[in-house]
């Protein structure tokens, strides 16, 4: 009985929605091919008690999941490529970034011997940012205490750039200069 509800509501779905786009086909170059269309799917959803009776829904069933198992392997074939050119987009990027935190940095006197990146898991900006680097042209007639004191403004100046450039909190910045 269920089976037989289950099929009149099919149907009755189905006439309403053929209805509903036969008023928006009507006068149209294409009515009589939507015609056709909506006559072809009423006849298969009234033979559908006559198709699961001959026993034919497995191959429908086994043809749908064929495609959409090719479906889902194309969409996973076009996410890996996507993947790999998102690593060379991100390795470019981290290139030019590098390049300028270099220059920046030798604009305040260090010179930088590492520069480490981390992603956010959307891979759009860096989260953050690790600094390895040295100071030069260091004077011996300072002591270390303004060595320090120099050293320390220098990261400050560095760190208030970085926040700037790449829009990320200054606790996401780690400097380390020697």
Request: glycine share 4%; charged share 30%; proline share 1%.
């Amino acid at each position: 009985m269920e089976y037989i509800k289950s099929w009149l509501k099919i149907i009755l779905y189905m006439n309403i929605l053929l209805l509903l786009c036969d008023n928006l086909m009507q006068k149209t170059a294409y009515e009589k091919y939507y015609r056709f269309f909506s006559g072809f799917l009423l006849v298969l959803c009234l033979l559908k008690p006559v198709i699961d009776f001959a026993g034919t829904e497995p191959y429908f069933y086994a043809s749908f999941l064929q495609k959409e198992w090719q479906s889902e392997r194309n969409r996973m074939k076009y996410s890996k490529e996507l993947s790999e050119v998102e690593e060379v987009v991100q390795k470019e990027c981290e290139a030019a970034y590098k390049k300028q935190i270099e220059e920046v940095a030798g604009q305040y006197g260090i010179s930088v011997k590492k520069v480490t990146f981390r992603w956010d898991s959307a891979k759009e900006h860096i989260k953050k940012l690790e600094i390895e680097g040295s100071l030069k042209n260091l004077q011996n007639k300072k002591s270390k205490k303004q060595i320090g004191s120099v050293q320390a403004e220098t990261v400050e100046k560095i760190k208030k750039i970085m926040m700037q450039l790449y829009n990320i909190k200054k606790s996401d910045i780690q400097i380390e200069v020697e």
